[in-house]
């Protein structure tokens, strides 16, 4: 066991499995004492490794991850504390792995219920080799103004209470992390603080005893005088009646066992600790009071007298001229975290996103404010998801069963259109889905499944302007324009597109108006006089459809009809269709193990 104090200043650890709010607490305690260092050296988190994106005082900094002790040990030599919040299952194998390190000196075990025979051999292994555990079942220590483990000592507001982040003159140790909160609250009232504060931890086989920890403040010249408090169980505190009886401490040591009341109850009472339980008169929290008082120690008579005491000891040393008191400083004021900040409405944040469409907070998704189960039991299809995510309204069963009827025709046109070919040569390419997906996409425009919006908008200003069909189609002609939605590389007046007739008898059934469509058909007559391949194709079919889609259902202004089609919205139902068609290709390339693609030479025209 270390015979001095076990932490300083530039004292860094190895923290084993991360735990963002006891890390953030460390090097919030970090700023508020001024060190210039963080005390987390690194993060060791088994398969992990890179880089954890923590604040020290406003400052964001990058602290290492390592996946291994090993890694961390040798990549941070100087950090010789072992801070280890694994659970029960695992602590005690990476703590004996931490005490094998040459560079670990002390060994934290946060987790409770450790088992006993792993906790006697890393108490074994830790004295045979001069090291210390602290735990298991501990919340840890600390060294005001210097260094603390994990959550100790809790909030910043707690630690700033309780003067932590300056040395005073107080050794303190116990057996419980929370009553260790609670003491040094009481000793920051009635003296200068603590300088140093260890919780042994409540399980049955603390890694080292309260004596242990006393026989260091009384070689640590800082600390003036030691508080202890015990608890009923167990017989540690018979090793400090010793170290009193025999002389080997000279400081006063004020203490108090815990558990008195275990006397009220007639049967044997467990506390909260494993530790916690009377086996005898000796192991009572009156016995062990008694035989302390006996050794010298300065024993109150209950809990409720132990701040006095203490605050008497100090009081005494303070006239004896041992303890000098402190000038109060002010501790650097800890940033705030904007999430807390904002939840106590202290600042205001603008958003960075804006959404209108789904919301994901509550207990489940919904999108445009209907519950993803409400989706579900309704049984909405895929036009009815369309028209809440895209039209934040449920349209009419009509109008979302065109939207289906539309996708399942423009899912696909064979393998020889340009975006099949990219995706085709692309999976080939060995490529994977995404990246043979997009290089399809990215071919839709103009001249390929991209003019949807350009059909209906030039369709809409044509009929809303009450152009006839020679006017609308000899005014685009002067402007050198293309009619969009007009002409067929393949399909002719005589051999119509099947998909341009299902959707136009599926529009005149179901639909209030069609005077959109019957404008465009007016227009295909006309086009067709002038060349047989000038038919109405699908583009021209869903983009004149779909205007009298938001036309017709009532549920449209003429504003939000004109925002739509400019936005880009009947494109997006070409992406998403073709999409279907463009994944099918990638694994139907990939199943059959295409290889690499390449263009024929007979297929190319090498000219000067």
């Given at each position: 066991m270390a015979t001095g104090q076990l932490f300083s200043r530039t004292t860094q650890a190895l923290f084993y499995n991360y735990k963002q709010l006891p890390i953030q607490r460390m090097l919030d305690f970090d700023f508020l004492c001024g060190r210039e260092t963080p005390s987390v050296a690194c993060i060791i988190n088994p398969g992990a490794e890179g880089f954890q994106k923590l604040f020290f005082g406003q400052e964001e900094i990058a602290i290492?991850?390592?996946s291994t002790i090993e890694a961390a040990c040798t990549a941070h030599p100087t950090a010789d504390v072992f801070i280890n919040f694994a659970s029960f299952r695992s602590a005690a194998a990476s703590s004996m792995a931490a005490l094998k390190q040459p560079t670990i000196r002390v060994v934290a075990i946060i987790a409770e219920g450790v088992p006993m025979s792993d906790t006697k051999q890393l108490i074994a292994y830790a004295r045979s080799n001069k090291k210390v555990v602290i735990g298991p079942a501990t919340v840890g220590g600390i060294q005001a103004g210097a260094f603390k483990?994990?959550?100790?000592?809790?909030?910043?507001?707690?630690?700033?209470?309780?003067?932590?982040?300056?040395?005073?003159?107080?050794?303190?140790?116990?057996?419980?992390?929370?009553?260790?909160?609670?003491?040094?609250?009481?000793?920051?009232?009635v003296t200068d603080g603590i300088y140093e504060g260890i919780a042994i931890?409540?399980?049955v086989f603390p890694g080292s005893t309260l004596s242990d920890h006393?026989?260091?403040?009384?070689?640590?010249?800082?600390v003036k005088m030691m508080v202890v408090l015990g608890e009923l169980g167990g017989r540690d505190e018979y090793s400090l009646v010793e170290a009193l009886k025999q002389g080997k401490v000279n400081k006063p040591v004020v203490a108090w066992v815990c558990g008195t009341c275990a006397r009220l109850f007639k049967s044997e009472v467990q506390f909260g600790h494993a530790g916690a339980k009377s086996g005898g008169e000796m192991e009572s929290a009156q016995g062990k009071n008694q035989a302390l008082r006996d050794a010298g120690a300065i024993v109150p008579t209950s809990y409720e007298a132990f701040e006095a005491v203490i605050k008497e000891t100090f009081d005494k040393l303070v006239e004896q001229g041992k303890i000098t008191p402190l000038k109060e400083v002010m501790p650097p004021q800890i940033p705030e975290d904007l999430n807390s900040a904002i939840k106590s409405?202290?600042?205001r944040a603008p958003t960075h996103i804006i959404s209108t469409i789904s919301d994901d907070r509550g207990?489940?998704?919904?999108?445009?404010?209907?519950?993803?189960?409400?989706?579900?039991?309704?049984?909405?299809?895929?036009?009815?998801?369309?028209?809440?995510?895209?039209?934040k309204r449920s349209l009419p069963r009509y109008c979302t069963h065109f939207i289906e009827i539309c996708i399942?025709?423009?899912?696909?046109?064979?393998?020889?259109?340009?975006?099949?070919?990219?995706?085709?040569?692309?999976?080939?390419?060995?490529?994977?889905?995404?990246?043979?997906?997009?290089?399809?996409?990215?071919t839709i425009g103009p001249r390929f499944g991209g003019a949807i919006d350009d059909a209906a908008r030039y369709f809409k200003d044509a009929y809303d302007r009450g152009l006839t069909p020679y006017e609308f189609v000899e005014g685009m002609k002067k402007k050198g324009i293309r009619v969009p939605g007009i002409g067929h590389r393949i399909k002719r007046g005589d051999n119509r597109d099947k998909r341009v007739e299902l959707l136009q008898r599926f529009a005149r059934t179901h639909f209030p108006s069609v005077k959109y469509m019957e404008y465009a058909i007016q227009v295909e007559t006309y086009t067709l006089s002038k060349a047989n391949n000038l038919v109405l194709n699908v583009d021209g079919a869903i983009g004149s459809l779909f205007l009298d889609l938001l036309a017709g259902s009532g549920m449209f202004s003429k504003q939000e009809i004109d925002e739509i089609v400019e936005i880009g919205y009947l494109n997006g139902l070409f992406v998403l269709a073709r999409s279907i068609g463009l994944i099918g290709h990638t694994f139907d390339q990939k199943r059959l193990k295409q290889p690499l693609y390449r263009h024929p030479w007979e297929d190319v025209l090498y000219t000067k």
């Amino acid at each position: 066991m270390a015979t001095g104090q076990l932490f300083s200043r530039t004292t860094q650890a190895l923290f084993y499995n991360y735990k963002q709010l006891p890390i953030q607490r460390m090097l919030d305690f970090d700023f508020l004492c001024g060190r210039e260092t963080p005390s987390v050296a690194c993060i060791i988190n088994p398969g992990a490794e890179g880089f954890q994106k923590l604040f020290f005082g406003q400052e964001e900094i990058a602290i290492p991850v390592h996946s291994t002790i090993e890694a961390a040990c040798t990549a941070h030599p100087t950090a010789d504390v072992f801070i280890n919040f694994a659970s029960f299952r695992s602590a005690a194998a990476s703590s004996m792995a931490a005490l094998k390190q040459p560079t670990i000196r002390v060994v934290a075990i946060i987790a409770e219920g450790v088992p006993m025979s792993d906790t006697k051999q890393l108490i074994a292994y830790a004295r045979s080799n001069k090291k210390v555990v602290i735990g298991p079942a501990t919340v840890g220590g600390i060294q005001a103004g210097a260094f603390k483990i994990g959550d100790t000592a809790g909030t910043i507001d707690n630690i700033v209470q309780c003067k932590l982040y300056r040395p005073g003159s107080v050794g303190f140790v116990s057996k419980s992390g929370g009553m260790s909160n609670e003491m040094y609250n009481t000793i920051a009232r009635v003296t200068d603080g603590i300088y140093e504060g260890i919780a042994i931890g409540g399980d049955v086989f603390p890694g080292s005893t309260l004596s242990d920890h006393i026989l260091r403040f009384n070689n640590i010249p800082q600390v003036k005088m030691m508080v202890v408090l015990g608890e009923l169980g167990g017989r540690d505190e018979y090793s400090l009646v010793e170290a009193l009886k025999q002389g080997k401490v000279n400081k006063p040591v004020v203490a108090w066992v815990c558990g008195t009341c275990a006397r009220l109850f007639k049967s044997e009472v467990q506390f909260g600790h494993a530790g916690a339980k009377s086996g005898g008169e000796m192991e009572s929290a009156q016995g062990k009071n008694q035989a302390l008082r006996d050794a010298g120690a300065i024993v109150p008579t209950s809990y409720e007298a132990f701040e006095a005491v203490i605050k008497e000891t100090f009081d005494k040393l303070v006239e004896q001229g041992k303890i000098t008191p402190l000038k109060e400083v002010m501790p650097p004021q800890i940033p705030e975290d904007l999430n807390s900040a904002i939840k106590s409405r202290k600042v205001r944040a603008p958003t960075h996103i804006i959404s209108t469409i789904s919301d994901d907070r509550g207990e489940e998704p919904c999108y445009a404010g209907v519950p993803m189960s409400s989706i579900v039991e309704r049984g909405y299809g895929v036009g009815d998801v369309i028209s809440l995510l895209w039209f934040k309204r449920s349209l009419p069963r009509y109008c979302t069963h065109f939207i289906e009827i539309c996708i399942m025709l423009c899912a696909d046109h064979g393998p020889c259109v340009s975006g099949a070919h990219n995706t085709i040569v692309t999976a080939r390419a060995g490529k994977d889905l995404v990246s043979s997906l997009v290089s399809g996409l990215l071919t839709i425009g103009p001249r390929f499944g991209g003019a949807i919006d350009d059909a209906a908008r030039y369709f809409k200003d044509a009929y809303d302007r009450g152009l006839t069909p020679y006017e609308f189609v000899e005014g685009m002609k002067k402007k050198g324009i293309r009619v969009p939605g007009i002409g067929h590389r393949i399909k002719r007046g005589d051999n119509r597109d099947k998909r341009v007739e299902l959707l136009q008898r599926f529009a005149r059934t179901h639909f209030p108006s069609v005077k959109y469509m019957e404008y465009a058909i007016q227009v295909e007559t006309y086009t067709l006089s002038k060349a047989n391949n000038l038919v109405l194709n699908v583009d021209g079919a869903i983009g004149s459809l779909f205007l009298d889609l938001l036309a017709g259902s009532g549920m449209f202004s003429k504003q939000e009809i004109d925002e739509i089609v400019e936005i880009g919205y009947l494109n997006g139902l070409f992406v998403l269709a073709r999409s279907i068609g463009l994944i099918g290709h990638t694994f139907d390339q990939k199943r059959l193990k295409q290889p690499l693609y390449r263009h024929p030479w007979e297929d190319v025209l090498y000219t000067k």
